[in-house]
């Protein structure tokens, strides 16, 4: 991998301002990707593979890489915002396409936030309070739901605390488990030991669709591309850091969680990392590590509803979606019935899933944007533009296709409904807008 240089012009000509540095950037990758994600789903990768949990984590490092090898790419080439949809626009020119990748991103956004709904309403919220867990998610839901109506100023700063406080938990995590270690506890010998009804390398590609839905959020930077300072350079190490950083961390939460406690009681848990802290005897405050872990899922959840609910509005806004999706509250100027959509069918995905089958839907929904970024790269790579930029051989884009179609392999049928289930009702508001479009263009033609 490289960077090169195709003229000396420098890529500034976005509308935004260049103020995000380095270091504020690679926070804000390790904020997304450190989420919600590996507190709630170590259990469900120890069903598929017991001890061995730093198998499947390795191999979805792997696809999260070569991937991100695409987006630095296409991110350095192209430092503006829009992220895949607007990649395979450029490279395509179908609409369809172009709204399908779109709405994609806007699907697994929902479906986040509906698995992190679930995950809040599960045993982190139960060592607190005692409420049953349907009404608290619908309550949860409802109320991330007002604050995106009164407008949510993400900045660095906000997002870089909450960042701090979910990292503080995973390293409690990391510490206890080291001090159950080093006094001679635990059972080491746990790491290498499969689950014992599941062939390994099945339970290895199986555990990893979930180990992947952990480094997700890396592909959220795409957005910020016309906000940073000398992004050919700064975009790639930001990037590829903050990955490894996550690795890192994972595989860490991954060996110590198994050496304390046994994958079977793992599996059982929707709060796995709470219990592991229990078991390993340190004066730790249940409710201390419950809140941040709250903390960590209900910062997440938001975040990835107002990320569905402003793809929402910019594909009405491009006509790809019903225009009534871009109204705006008049005062608020939030777009209002993207955020209500996006809220209600938030609700409506709790109903239908666990935790770990709508983190499987995410995965998959974001394997199809991915496939679309990989390709678009490849066709992308004949078309010269004025500055710097970051390129990958083009057999990283081949190796990410070939790995994103293994893992969508390893997606079960009720998985692939799901995201059919998304196409077919993104299909039908592509052509609702459609047909509006061209009536106001009728009208507009008669006059």
């Not at 009164?150 to 990391?174: D, F, H, K, P, Y």
């Amino acid at each position: 991998m490289s960077t090169e240089t195709t003229a000396s012009s420098p890529a500034d000509s976005g509308k935004l301002k260049r103020v995000v540095t380095g270091p504020l950037l690679f926070a804000f990758i390790v904020g997304d990707t450190l989420g919600a994600g590996i507190y709630t789903l170590v259990g469900s990768m120890a069903t598929d593979v017991g001890g061995v949990i730093w198998l499947p984590l390795l191999i979805a490092l792997v696809v999260a890489l070569l991937t991100a090898g695409t987006y630095a790419e296409l991110i350095t080439k192209y430092p503006h915002a829009g992220g895949a949809a607007r990649y395979a626009e450029r490279a395509f020119g179908i609409p369809y396409l172009s709204f399908l990748v779109g709405f994609l991103m806007m699907a697994s956004g929902i479906t986040t936030a509906a698995s992190l709904a679930n995950a809040f309403a599960g045993d982190y919220l139960a060592a607190l309070v005692d409420i049953p867990p349907i009404p608290t998610a619908i309550a949860f839901i409802t109320i991330l739901t007002l604050i995106n109506l009164r407008g949510v100023r993400e900045s660095l700063g906000a997002n870089l605390v909450a960042s701090v406080i979910e990292v503080t938990g995973l390293v409690i995590v990391i510490v206890v488990a080291a001090m159950v270690f080093g006094s001679d506890g635990g059972e080491p010998a746990r790491i290498f030991e499969f689950a014992p009804d599941v062939p390994p390398l099945q339970g290895a590609f199986a555990a990893s669709v979930i180990a992947f839905f952990s480094f997700l959020g890396f592909e959220a930077a795409a957005n910020m591309a016309e906000e940073v300072k000398n992004p050919s350079r700064t975009y790639p190490r930001a990037l590829f850091g903050a990955i490894a950083t996550a690795a890192v961390v994972y595989l860490l939460i991954a060996l110590g969680a198994v050496i304390v406690l046994p994958p079977a009681e793992l599996a059982e848990s929707t709060g796995p990392l709470l219990d592991v802290v229990a078991a390993s005897g340190v004066a730790i405050p249940a409710w201390l590590f419950s809140t941040i872990a709250l903390v960590a899922i209900a910062n997440g959840a938001l975040l990835f509803m107002v990320m569905a609910s402003r793809v929402g509005f910019g594909l009405a806004e491009s006509g790809l979606l019903p225009h009534a999706f871009s109204r705006v509250l008049p005062r608020r100027r939030t777009p209002w019935v993207s955020i209500v959509v996006v809220g209600a069918a938030t609700i409506a995905l709790s109903f239908v899933g666990d935790v770990a089958t709508l983190a499987e839907t995410t995965v998959l929904l974001l394997l199809l944007v991915f496939l679309a970024a990989n390709v678009s790269v490849l066709v992308l790579k004949k078309d010269e533009v004025a500055h710097e930029h970051f390129r990958v051989p083009r057999v990283v884009p081949v190796l990410a296709i070939i790995a994103s179609i293994v893992l969508l392999t390893q997606q079960t049928g009720i998985v692939w409904l799901g995201a059919l289930g998304y196409i077919a009702v993104g299909s039908v508001l592509f052509l609702v807008a459609r047909a509006g479009r061209r009536r106001a263009e009728r009208r507009a033609a008669s006059r």
